[in-house]
């Protein structure tokens, strides 16, 4: 069935995607979708596997940019950037990334570091890389991590609140069966729910991931259900997006996780246009 809506969160060849632009402009085309948002990962100053290279970020801004002129009458072509927010280094309002021109940017919490600046590592990663980074930025206290990520995602929404939130509860990504803490547990939602008020008040757009199952990575949404049952009622702007890294997957899951929205309340959700940000029906 086709999509109404519009996927801002696409991955290219140019980070840690496959496919060209053009691969998935086309995918968006055949799968009746209205619009297309790019959203390759800034640069980091220092060796990942996922982030953009330096030497890439010119051919991706230059070949999304042609592509945009070149499907202009048949797909509404949006450039971005998924910018990490990582304090004393980088940010999504970083002047890098407020020079770059772009139509929008998703922040996103991916390094979880005990204090300002010290060793990377993502909390999205493979699961040994998060016993690592748990072992020896926190000393095993998976809770003071836990809140450590939130308080994260929380600065970021106070302090350079981005257009869109990425994946706001990715810290849950390797918690499959409960294996490191319970979503239940009173200080988890207590750290969730203070990150969720910041987002609220900030303006930014919240995220419904769908990546978790297109990728069959934690299997589920981010963010869970209590929280976008909260962020209803906080009555924060979500948009449903697919994380996509290969053209055919930028509609992943679309239709549960509209579904889900409308059951939970939600009659719209918002949606970058050529006209501007705009309340998209349900
Ligand atoms: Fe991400």
Redesign the pocket.
Known sequence: MASSFGNYHTHTRHCDGQGEPREFAEAALRKGMPRLGFSG?NVVPFPTDWTMPRENLESYLRDVRELKRRYQDRLEVFLGI?ADYLPDITSPSHPRIRGLGLDFVIG?V?FVTPTAGAHAWTV?GPLEELEAGLKDGFSGDVRALVERYYRLIAEMATTTPPDII??FD?VTKNNRDNRFFSEEAPWYRAAAREALEAVARSGSVLEINTGGIVRNTSGILHPSEWILSEARKMGAPVMVNA?AHRPDDIDGHFSEAVALLRSLGFRAQRQLTSRGWVEAAL
């Open positions: 990962h998924e996103s991916h999205d990425g994946h990715i994380d």
